[in-house]
């Protein structure tokens, strides 16, 4: 069969482990007079894939969700997961130890201010919440009549005896031919945005503004190329970069010195004390920037000024190098898409495949390309009750084999030198009820609507937002994630800030590029999204006042015209729908050497009348 490379099956631990590990940190706390204590799932610079040596809260829960935060206190213990995790938390705790909560809606302050009690002392690690979230646990306490306590050191860190080592991922240059501009001039764009800003310094707590500042990428965590690292950029002056100087070969040493002085990254809090005792003002980024570092600037006298973070808007909008790149990513990737669509309809019929099959020969169509650096996130393929599982992830235990008349649901990505990917489809096996068929043309029809939609200058992915819903809210039904995220060059598949949801509140602008991703999510029956990536390019319309934008799509794969309802479509739907294949025909065909895929598209791709 297939075997991947880039991503594993095995189940979280749970059971006496994880109990033990609950009742070891509430012991550990004891000790250290803490009555409670908050365990984020995030590192030091709020990653969405964090080092093993950072995964305290999967350690700790058994939930390994990309977001999430564990509040344990010396009788009760709740998880808060948002909308896209909460039947996988429900499966992976112990509800007996554990009661699952809402992240977002209320969020866990409400909780906090109903179980702390008066007198009560809340730990919170400094290093892994931003200012932000650090000033919600504290007025949440304040209310309680509780103290907020800053550790200085994790406990959880204190009793995680087999804690793997921090990561060591070997660093390389992001040529001029990927990134399209070179250092001298990020930096020349980042002064400019320093001025504007009126302070002496700025702080890169995010590595991905530190890869793409200066055009480097690494490998210190899963699916994304980051070098975990930091960066200070003075007003004046050389920047500094700090990083483990155990990741750099002599040739990336000497590009990162052509622009910076490099450093450990033991030495950001003596730079950054030296800095704020004559008085500087600091700009950190508010998204991302540890409320250890405010507090380390304001104790030595300085000025700490959380805002966003210039570099996330500059790295967001893609330059002509770039555009050309991801576009090319995409073609490449498109090829492998079809020969596995192809495989899929082969093979899925007659019983055989499992979850894991399809995850493992996706990967390697792609690795077939040549070009496969890592997939971008671990593969979502649930087939049936898992496909209604939002960010499901197949674990061995819980793979399932695909059934004729079930939705097979694929999401998956591509990490490529030249450009990030990022793709779902919906696959029918066997015939399709009439109820998925409508669901499915609902969520298409406003997947048609992002993609045909066009939008003056300054209009944000909020506005858009609701374009993606309307066929279902017209059912009585949603769905509960965003519509799209940025994406990012060789770099993170969920890049800020720009997104189209309902939170979405930062202009779109010419050169971003965004996912199209509605669903639906029957429970316990089927899953079904529908996601391309869009390019904001302008768009020139007669008569027009002010600058007018649109998207260009970039992925090309085929949509499954089996779950389609051909008849719920305005002609200009259908139009757009014929096109899109079209194209894709146009594109892939001359790729692919085996006439029996070649026969599978030309179907595939057939107009629909």
């Not at 969520?443 to 609701?466: C, E, K, N, Y």
Request: glycine share 8%.
């Amino acid at each position: 069969m297939f075997e991947a490379h880039f991503q594993t099956f095995e189940e979280p631990e749970g059971g006496v482990a994880l109990t033990a590990r609950l009742s070891a940190l509430r012991e550990e706390l004891a000790r250290r007079k803490l009555t409670g204590f908050v365990v984020p799932r995030a590192d030091e610079q709020q990653n969405e894939y964090v080092a093993a040596s950072e995964e305290r809260l999967a350690w700790l829960t058994g939930f390994t969700g990309s977001a999430g935060l564990a509040i344990v206190l010396s009788k009760e213990a709740a998880l808060f997961v948002d909308g896209r995790y909460t039947l996988q938390a429900g499966k992976q705790v112990d509800r007996k130890a554990w009661q699952v909560e809402p992240l977002v809606d209320p969020p866990p302050e409400h909780w906090l201010t109903r179980h702390l009690a008066a007198g009560d002392r809340l730990g919170f690690d400094p290093w892994l919440h931003t200012s932000a979230a650090a000033e919600r646990l504290a007025a949440a306490c304040t209310k309680a009549g509780a103290e907020l306590v800053a550790v200085d050191s994790n406990p959880v860190d204190a009793i995680w005896h087999e804690r793997p080592a921090p990561p060591l991922g070997p660093v390389s240059i992001h040529g001029a031919q990927f990134s399209g501009e070179i250092e001298a001039e990020k930096l020349k764009r980042i002064r400019l945005e320093i001025n504007k800003l009126g302070v002496d310094a700025l702080v890169l707590s995010d590595s991905h503004a530190v890869a793409w500042t200066f055009n480097i990428r690494g490998a210190d965590v899963s699916h994304t190329p980051l070098p975990l690292s930091y960066a200070l950029v003075p007003k004046e002056g050389r920047p500094l970069v700090f990083i483990d100087q155990r990741k750099l070969s002599n040739s990336t040493r000497d590009h990162l010195e052509q622009s910076a002085n490099v450093e450990q990254p033991a030495a950001l809090a003596a730079k950054l004390t030296e800095l704020a005792r004559r008085g500087a003002s600091i700009a950190l980024d508010s998204a991302t920037a540890a409320d250890a570092l405010s507090r380390l600037i304001a104790g030595a006298g300085g000025k700490p000024v959380r805002g966003s973070d210039p570099v996330s808007l500059l790295k967001a909008v893609k330059n002509i190098t770039e555009i050309e790149g991801t576009r090319t990513a995409h073609q490449r990737d498109a090829v492998a898409l079809v020969r596995f669509l192809a495989w899929i309809d082969r093979e899925a019929p007659s019983g055989g495949l499992t979850e894991i099959d399809t995850v493992e020969a996706l990967e390697t169509f792609r690795r077939q390309t040549g070009a496969l650096k890592d997939v971008s996130f671990p593969t979502i393929a649930g087939t049936g009750p898992n496909g209604a599982i939002v960010h499901y992830r197949v674990t061995r235990k819980s793979n399932r084999r695909i059934e004729p008349g079930d939705l097979l649901l694929i999401d998956s990505g591509a990490q490529y030198e030249d450009g990030t990917t990022d793709v779902t489809r919906t696959i029918a096996i066997g015939k399709p009820t009439d109820e998925m068929r409508d669901r499915f043309t609902r969520v298409l029809r406003g997947h048609i609507a992002i993609a045909r939609a066009i939008f003056p200058d300054g209009t944000t992915g909020a506005q858009l937002d609701t374009l993606a819903r309307q066929y279902l809210w017209q059912a009585g039904i949603d769905f509960e994630h965003g519509t799209g995220h940025g994406v990012g060059s060789y770099l993170s598949v969920h890049e800020g800030p720009a997104r189209i949801s309902k939170l979405g509140t930062t202009p779109l602008k010419r050169g971003m590029i965004l996912s199209n991703e509605p669903g639906y999510y029957k429970t316990d029956a089927y899953g079904i999204r529908i996601e391309n990536l869009e390019l904001v390019v302008g768009t020139d319309i007669a008569g027009a006042e002010k600058p007018i934008n649109a998207f260009e799509t970039l992925t090309l794969a085929p949509i499954d015209r089996r779950l389609i309802e051909v008849g719920m479509l305005s002609p200009d739907e259908l139009a757009w729908l014929n096109d899109y294949h079209a194209r894709v025909a146009h594109v892939v065909r001359p790729h692919l050497d085996d006439s029996a895929t070649k026969l599978w598209l030309d179907e595939a791709t057939a107009a629909l009348k």
